[in-house]
């Protein structure tokens, strides 16, 4: 496994030390916020990186709910074939060339970056080198801290209160992010949807709450550093999520809605403010007074001049 994991610590401590570079000079080498910004760094990179992969998880999921009735009437017909009730949706799935996955795929994607970025803080604090984390910036990254917290320690391996602290609070934060994103795809995002028997929508349920219960356990095993990558990148999943709704809705979905009325009441307005226009170009000497019913407005002659 090392030929594979290796390119990969290399990678990971190759980014991190590179933009440490750039900001010791500002904020100094050692320096607590030069090395947590410098995770933040990483994660901005990588989630660039992933921005195809995001498109893609949009386009699936707005597929996926357009295949919806189809869905159901596959479930209603083979209700008692469990087996051929898979292979019809699979075919559903291969014939409008989407997978239900997708949505999973930006998590997956980053997972061996996650994994990475464990093993080399871990290596911080044991001092094990991995990458470019080594030598002088290994020692220096093992002195780094975050609120006074060291980078490299977690909440079971610490005795500090300090380290306590901010590993709770990051915890709940990263928890917090990754409920509320889900939150707001299902209640602003989604179309309206019949929920009995709805794959898509109980998979979104699931996801609701047993994402943020899988952080909050797993969190207190997880290094200072990479709850702050954790949480950086849940936020701007929060960000980018919020973006995509509120300019560019699934069709259906209350965001969708309320933009439709949005764009309704600005065309009103601008209707509106053009006619006044128009009505203030008219000149008033011009101005013909209004035809009695069925009577025809005589013009007025004008008095010669004597």
Not at 21 to 42: D, E, H, M, Q, R
Not at 65 to 92: C, F, G, V
Request: glycine content about 6%; charged content about 20%.
């Amino acid at each position: 496994m090392s030929f594979i994991l290796n390119p990969l610590y290399s990678a990971v401590s190759g980014v991190i030390v590179a933009i440490h570079k750039v900001l010791a000079p500002i904020f100094g080498a050692n320096s607590g916020v030069t090395w947590s910004l410098s995770i933040v760094g990483l994660v901005v990179l990588i989630r660039i990186i992933l921005i195809p992969l995001f498109v893609k998880q949009i386009k699936s999921q707005r597929a996926m709910t357009a295949l919806q009735p189809h869905m159901k009437e596959i479930q209603k017909k083979y209700k008692d074939d469990r087996q051929k009730q898979s292979e019809e949706m699979m075919k559903l799935y291969k014939e409008h060339k989407t997978n239900p996955l997708a949505s999973c795929f930006p998590i997956i994607a980053q997972a061996p970056i996650f994994f990475s970025l464990f093993t080399v803080l871990n290596g911080i604090a044991k001092n094990k080198p991995h990458g470019f984390l080594k030598g002088e910036y290994l020692v220096s990254a093992a002195h780094a801290k975050f609120f006074g917290a060291p980078i490299s320690q977690t909440f079971l391996g610490s005795d500090k209160t300090t380290v306590k602290i901010v590993t709770v609070v990051l915890i709940a934060f990263m928890s917090g992010t990754t409920f509320t994103t889900q939150r707001q795809l299902m209640i602003k995002g989604m179309p309206k949807m019949d929920s009995s028997n709805n794959m898509m929508l109980q998979q979104q349920k699931i996801m609701l709450y047993l994402f943020p219960i899988i952080f909050a356990i797993s969190g207190v095993n997880f290094p200072v550093g990479v709850l702050i990558y954790w949480s950086t990148t849940n936020l701007w999943t929060w960000g980018q999520q919020f973006y995509v709704i509120k300019r560019n809705p699934t069709p259906g979905s209350p965001a969708y809605e309320e933009l439709q009325k949005k764009r309704a009441h600005k065309a009103k307005l601008d209707g509106a403010k053009l006619e006044g226009k128009e009505i203030e170009g008219i000149d008033q000497n011009e101005a013909v007074e209004p035809e009695v019913l069925g009577q025809r407005q005589q013009p007025k002659k004008k008095k010669k001049k004597k």
